[in-house]
């Protein structure tokens, strides 16, 4: 710093002459920065006395730079461009809240970045982070603000309120319903190409867990295509490759656009479900925001998707 001070002029002057340089005149700079006209044009004499340089050619109508002041003018412009930008940008950065989401690689996928959009539009001064895990909730809690976690609705640190009962049923696409025989009751389910999914959390139901749910037993699973991932798993029944289980809240659009469908109406409720989760840490506006907008959302889809009502839900938050 002791450096700049020996090196650089007085930051008055330069600012005078600034002024007085960009305006042409002594009076118009006087008035801009709210200071005398005799008040600049000392200041302006004190840099040039300092620089041992004519800066302004004195008209009778106004200033002219000579070419070392327009060569010291684009250098100040220039500086003070840049602090004007960067200050800018910090008191930007000093609105900006920063807020941060929790959910599955499934919950982010197929419902929350869908419709983030959304949420950007109507708070474009949030700072929105999306943090994703594969390996549940409990994997990211202690990293987010609010999220949606699937569960038993206890997370410690967390109010969870829940927004979606847990529901498992067979999905494929139109496709891979045309190329096989009609599908009427569950018993036939076994006999067709099933999806699995890897995974060991607890709550997660998988075909075998389903199918002892519908009374069906000696199911084999050894011929099924496994996926350890969720998205992927989708992904394979949409192109086609199989039945696959499918989650309510997770599958509502791609059933709505006929991605997939379902061959049979068969369905098993769990004692899991979707919550919408809160830190205690922070009630911040940003996340009572958030929270308020996803049930918006849900309350949009509850006529179709059979989502619960959202009128109760909001008295608990």
């Known amino acids: 710093m002791a450096g700049f001070l020996k090196r650089l002029p007085r930051l008055s002057s330069l600012l005078m002459f600034e002024a007085a340089a960009r305006c042409r005149s002594f009076t118009i700079a006087a008035r801009e920065l709210n200071v005398t006209q005799a008040a600049v044009s000392q200041q302006v004499r004190a840099l040039e006395r300092e620089l041992g340089l004519v800066l302004f050619n004195r008209l009778h109508r106004g200033l002219e730079l000579t070419r070392e002041g327009a060569r010291l003018h684009r250098a100040v412009m220039i500086s003070f461009e840049r602090v004007a930008e960067t200050t800018a940008e910090l008191r930007a950065a000093k609105r900006t809240t920063r807020l941060e989401i ?114 069906i037993k000696g199911y084999d699973a050894r011929h099924n295509l496994k996926i350890n991932s969720h998205p992927l798993l989708m992904q394979a029944a949409c192109e086609g490759q199989g039945i696959a289980l499918g989650w309510a809240m997770l599958t509502d659009d791609l059933l709505e656009k006929r991605k997939l469908v379902r061959p049979l109406d068969a369905t098993v409720r769990t004692s899991r479900g979707f919550y919408l989760v809160t830190s205690d840490k922070n009630s911040s506006e940003e996340a009572q925001a958030f929270s308020g907008w996803v049930l918006n959302q849900l309350e949009m889809g509850s006529e179709t998707d059979g989502a619960r009502p959202i009128a109760r839900l909001r008295e608990k938050l």
Do not use: K, N
Request: glycine residues 8%; aromatic residues 12%.
């Open 102 to 215: 929790g959910a599955t690689y499934a919950v982010a996928t197929f419902w929350l970045v869908p419709r983030l959009p959304r949420f950007r539009a109507l708070h474009p001064e949030i700072d929105v982070h999306v943090v994703a895990s594969d390996r549940g909730f409990d994997a990211i809690a202690d990293r987010v603000d609010v999220g949606i976690a699937y569960g038993l609705g206890q997370w410690p640190g967390f109010r969870a309120t829940l927004i979606r009962e847990g529901e498992v049923f067979p999905v494929c696409s139109p496709e891979y319903l045309r190329r096989r025989p009609r599908l009427t009751r569950v018993e036939q389910l076994p006999h067709e190409s099933l999806l699995s999914m890897e995974d060991d959390r607890p709550g997660l139901m998988d075909w075998t867990a389903w199918f002892a749910e519908q009374d």
